[in-house]
């Protein structure tokens, strides 16, 4: 909003600097033309006369507009003239000022204003008088040295009162406001010689007969007539050509925020008010407007003239409501506008369809028409009408523009506004603090929009945005830039303060949060980024911190911030996404083999396929890196079906040679949530003719739990085929052992970062001794991954774990190396059922 400017102080007092020394000068003339003609006063009658014809001209004046120009054209100077001619000095002044003073009491002026112009008029009055004194005496008849005389006198009345109204304006509103108004006067001069010129013709036709006198009355009815028609016809005009002019600012200004001020500093020009407010009441997002323009004010003010209860009444009956001596049929209010100080006043509702928005008002009419009209309605209603349509455009452009740069179901900044924002932040920050970026991941959110509904998960989204809001900082920006990533920016000292801040940030996040009827704890994944450490493209700092917090999500105290080798491996992994298409369409994967060994005699009892891949640019790619990449490009399945066929060709052959061992193969919960992946492996097992008891499939158990309730029929399907089931990384997701009563498994395999721990650590120890403990009372196998000492070996054979696996047995191995391997470091031995491998030593 505009900065309310201030009026200058003692303004209209200012004014009696002027009024006093002209009503000095008047006081003085009329002291000095008393005496030289004590017996002025016998020519009343006539005096009379002039004083109806002055007062009737001062009522008739009209304002015309010429050539882009506005003229006042009044016809005072011809009975002034007149009666400068008949009336002695004393008369002219009294009877001239006695006509000004009714003429402003009449229209109601203020009482500083009217003494203004009353001394004013009298002093011009009075240097006509002195300057027609000044000469010898006016001849009787009218000829051309009385002409002269006449018209000097007239014109010097004319400078005075126009000296005297630029000086007041000089003091009142400044030297610049006094220079605009001389300008002004000086282009009325013509109008002025024009009056002249016809009080001349009149003197002179009244000189040759005094019956003319009927004949100029009937002319200056008729010019009174025309002038009036004139000015009427083209203030029409002009009326009609600022109504356009402002439709087409106001078309202009379109969805901007300066409407107020294209509309209100027009309106009153146009109305001639001293005041045009423009109200809205508050919508949605859109506060209340309260807007005023006044005149000698430049900006806009945020108060309005306009007393409440007429406001009140144009919006209860949606109709103009127009105050003031014009509108008798809202006589009630006037007491209202005197209470106000208020003389009339104009009240449009702005509509909207059936709703009222605000209104537009107008206040206090200026100029020669001293009252606001119905007319002055018709022409409010019009622009009314046309900045209503403007506001509707200018708030739906607001709207348009809001939800361009706001997540719609959060409120919160999109991902625009968010890098508009880091734009701005980067430009501005301080050399001794960073920008900080953290995204926070919200987990489980698909799972509740899978499980519960979208509804659900929006609730969730919404309540987990409510909660980030309350916890940030209060200079943070708050932003959602996807569909679970919401993201907090601000300045901070260091990075290592912004890892504090995310860290307390996500601890206060977690907890539970009711979603329906539901309590579900609340994880985050939290990736930082800065500026200018991390770059200085505000799209780079917030790709930087989705990777961050991608690698967060394996991390247990789940804050991240970015290095360099996260870009890195990102960016090399999408590089091999369509490498790894042609990998797997040419055979160019490889499978190695994990032995497996129990733990009670040392017998190799089967093998963990593992899907191997060597790059021909990049070299060897780490496993988790294409698995990663297979998910998101849809070749997962293919990767699967590779890796079991390779291991299903490998049991083939081992069973064929009388030596046989069980193969394992991982799969994703991403596989089992495909409803042919069942029939396929029944195909595969028949194809190669292998005994499904040999196969078992290795699940993750935070997959499995994700997806739980989904993957069930596969496993299902998968049991009732005859292979086995085993859980995965047991012990790194959030079940309980009570879960593996309900699943269709076989198997346990724990996880190996509680194996390789247990040897140091008592909290591993403990979780080790319970999951085999309870494994074992359901019947369960249990595999131990990651044994890599002698001690650790010790340990899982107290505490009675089945089999092991790891690299103190053997690191994976390519097919003919596996051959060596058994060949090296194994013994053929019988048993009941056939022969098996036997380690000769662990080394």
Request: charged residues 20%.
């Amino acid at each position: 909003m505009v900065e309310r400017p201030r009026a200058r102080r003692g303004g209209a007092q200012r004014a009696w600097l002027i009024t006093y020394p002209l009503a000095l000068f008047v006081v003085l003339c009329s002291i000095g033309f008393w005496i030289t003609e004590p017996h002025w006063y016998v020519s009343w009658p006539l005096g009379l006369g002039f004083f109806g014809a002055l007062l009737i001209a001062h009522r008739t004046g009209q304002s015309i507009v010429i050539w882009r120009s506005s003229f006042y054209v009044g016809l005072t100077e011809l009975p002034i003239l007149l009666a400068l001619f008949y009336l002695p000095p004393m008369m002219v002044i009294l009877v001239a000022s006695g006509a000004s003073l009714v003429h402003h009491l009449w229209s109601g002026t203020a009482a500083t204003k009217l003494s203004f112009n009353v001394a004013k008029s009298a002093a011009g009055n009075c240097a006509a008088v002195l300057f027609i004194t000044a000469f010898p005496p006016i001849a009787p008849d009218a000829g051309p040295r009385t002409w002269a005389i006449l018209a000097g006198a007239l014109l010097l009345a004319f400078f005075v009162e126009l000296v005297s109204l630029a000086g007041v304006f000089s003091l009142v509103q400044g030297l610049s406001m006094g220079r605009d108004v001389l300008r002004a006067g000086f282009s009325s001069i013509t109008v002025t010689g024009l009056n002249i010129l016809i009080g001349l013709i009149f003197l002179i036709a009244l000189d040759a007969t005094l019956w003319s006198a009927v004949l100029l009355a009937f002319l200056i009815a008729t010019l009174v007539s025309i002038l009036r028609s004139y000015s009427e016809f083209f203030r029409r005009h002009k009326t009609l050509a600022d109504v356009y002019e402002l439709t087409q600012a106001m078309r202009d200004e379109g969805g901007r925020s300066g409407l107020p001020d294209v509309l209100l500093g027009r309106v009153r020009a146009l109305m001639q008010s001293e005041y045009a407010t423009l109200w809205l009441s508050p919508q949605g997002r859109h506060p209340e407007v309260l807007l005023t323009s006044r005149v000698e004010h430049k900006g806009l003010l945020d108060i309005a003239p306009t007393p409440e209860d007429v406001r009140d009444r144009a919006i209860a009956s949606q109709a103009p409501v127009g105050v003031g001596p014009s509108f008798p049929e809202t006589e009630d209010l006037r007491a209202s506008l005197r209470s106000a100080k208020i003389k009339d006043v104009i009240v449009i509702p702005l509509r909207s369809g059936p709703a009222t928005i605000g209104t537009l008002e107008v206040a206090n009419r200026l100029g020669q028409s001293r009252s606001f009209r119905e007319t002055d309605v018709q022409v409010m209603e019009t622009v009314a009408a046309h900045a209503a349509v403007a506001v509707e455009n200018s708030r739906l452009v607001d709207r348009l523009r809001y939800d361009a740069y706001h997540d719609r179901l959060t409120g919160l900044p999109n991902r625009r506004r968010v890098i508009d924002a880091l734009a701005e932040s980067v430009k501005v920050r301080a050399e001794d603090e960073v920008v900080a970026i953290m995204l926070f991941d919200v987990d489980g959110q698909r799972n509740v929009n899978e499980s519960m509904g979208h509804a659900a998960g929006d609730k969730l989204l919404g309540e987990t945005a409510d909660r980030i809001r309350d916890i940030a900082d209060p200079g943070a920006l708050v932003g959602r830039i996807g569909g679970d990533e919401f993201v907090v920016t601000l300045r901070a000292p260091s990075i290592d303060a912004t890892i504090e801040i995310a860290t307390r940030m996500r601890e206060r996040l977690r907890g539970p949060m009711a979603v329906g009827s539901l309590t579900l704890d609340v994880n985050t994944a939290v990736g930082v980024s800065v500026y200018p450490d991390h770059g200085s493209d505000p799209e780079a700092l917030l790709q930087r911190a989705e990777l961050a917090a991608n690698a967060a999500k394996v991390l247990p105290y789940g804050v991240q911030p970015f290095h360099p080798a996260l870009e890195s491996r990102a960016i090399r992994r999408l590089g091999i996404a369509a490498d790894l298409r042609h990998a797997l369409d040419n055979d160019q994967l490889e499978v190695y083999f994990q032995p497996k060994v129990t733990l009670a005699d040392r017998h190799v009892v089967g093998v963990e396929c593992l899907a191997r891949w060597v790059h021909p640019a990049h070299g060897e790619v780490a496993a988790e890196d294409f698995v990663a990449v297979a998910e998101h490009t849809g070749q997962l399945a293919r990767l699967t079906e590779v890796v079991l066929v390779a291991g299903l060709r490998r049991c083939k052959a081992w069973a064929a040679a009388e030596r046989p061992l069980d193969i394992a193969v991982n799969l994703s919960a991403r596989t089992l949530l495909d409803s042919r992946f069942p029939e396929l492996v029944r195909e595969l097992l028949e194809e190669h003719a292998v005994d499904p008891g040999r196969v078992t499939f290795e699940i993750s158990e935070p997959g499995m739990l994700n997806d739980i309730e989904r993957v069930l029929p596969s496993l299902y399907r998968l049991r009732d085929l005859g292979v086995r089931l085993s859980v995965d990384d047991f012990g790194t997701g959030a079940s309980s052992l009570a879960y593996l009563r309900q699943w269709p498994v076989h198997e346990v395999k724990i996880d190996d970062s509680f194996v390789q721990g247990m040897a140091t650590d008592s909290g591993d120890l403990a979780i080790v001794r319970a999951v085999i403990g309870l494994s074992r009372e359901f019947g369960l196998t249990v595999v131990a991954e990651g044994v890599e000492s002698e001690l650790t070996l010790e340990l899982l054979e107290e505490m009675g774990c089945e089999i092991g696996q790891g690299y103190l047995f053997s690191r994976p191995l390519p097919w003919e190396r596996l051959e060596a391997w058994l060949s090296a470091q194994t013994e053929p031995e019988s048993t009941p059922t056939g022969e098996v491998r036997r380690l000769r030593a662990v080394i």
